[in-house]
T-cell receptor, first 112, second 116 residues
């Protein structure tokens, strides 16, 4: 079946460091891909998305590019802030009537 | 987009009792989804709730334990029945508006349940 694999955490960085969180997917078709963020004590918020190959999603300085050839959707940010500390989930799906498939989540901790 | 209101936001319950979680969407949606997120874990889909029909449960989840109602296109409830400490989790409601288009899912704020 379809699945999403993302790098294990926790990831600990200093403020202004470069961030990469790897995500790969397996799917029978061509899913949409998403990154969600969960701040402590809150629900999931959509961070960015891409609906087809070579699309780049971006938001709040975060970027991810839908790479069909490597079945990847890695999340990047050039300079992280303390306020970026959260759990990040990669997800695939988005077909009408079906639930998203989530990766296990990566905890990011940024220190000043 | 869609705004999803979920309540209660948290509760502490005695084992053996039941808790009903409510989920209200600010627009009509065909499908609503219920997830469980155990401490430090990812989201596990419990069931899919389609208006006008019985919910579809994932492997490992049964209707007697997690009955779901979906009386209309904007509302759903999940009941956690006969609770035990192992049911302590965050329960999340989700919906995917947009009809037939590929689109993102929106989430409620979650219900943090502790069973003692």
């Amino acid at each position: 079946g379809d699945s999403v694999t993302q790098m294990e955490g926790p990831v600990t960085l200093s403020e202004e460091a470069f961030l990469t969180i790897n995500c790969t997917y397996t799917a029978t078709g061509y899913p949409s891909l998403f990154w969600y963020v969960q701040y402590p004590g809150e629900g999931l918020q959509l961070l960015l998305k891409a609906t087809k190959a070579d699309d780049k999603g971006s938001n709040k300085g975060f970027e991810a590019t839908y790479r069909k050839e490597t079945t990847s959707f890695h999340l990047e940010k050039g300079s992280v802030q303390v306020s970026d500390s959260a759990v990040y989930f990669c997800a695939s799906g988005g077909q009408a009537g079906t639930a998203l498939i989530f990766g296990k989540g990566t905890t990011l901790s940024v220190s000043s | 987009s869609a705004v999803i209101s979920q309540k209660p936001s948290r509760d502490i319950c005695q084992r053996g009792t039941s808790l009903t979680i409510q989920c209200q969407v600010d627009s009509q949606v065909t499908m609503m989804f219920w997830y469980r997120q155990q401490p430090g874990q990812s989201l596990t889909l419990i069931a899919t709730a389609n208006q006008g029909s019985e919910a579809t449960y994932e492997s490992g989840f049964v209707i007697d334990k997690f009955p779901i109602s979906r009386p209309n296109l904007t509302f759903s409830t999940l009941t956690v029945s006969n609770m035990s400490p192992e049911d302590s989790s965050i329960y999340l409601c989700s919906a995917t508006p947009g009809g037939g288009r590929r689109t993102e899912a929106f989430f409620g704020q979650g219900t943090r349940l502790t069973v003692v």
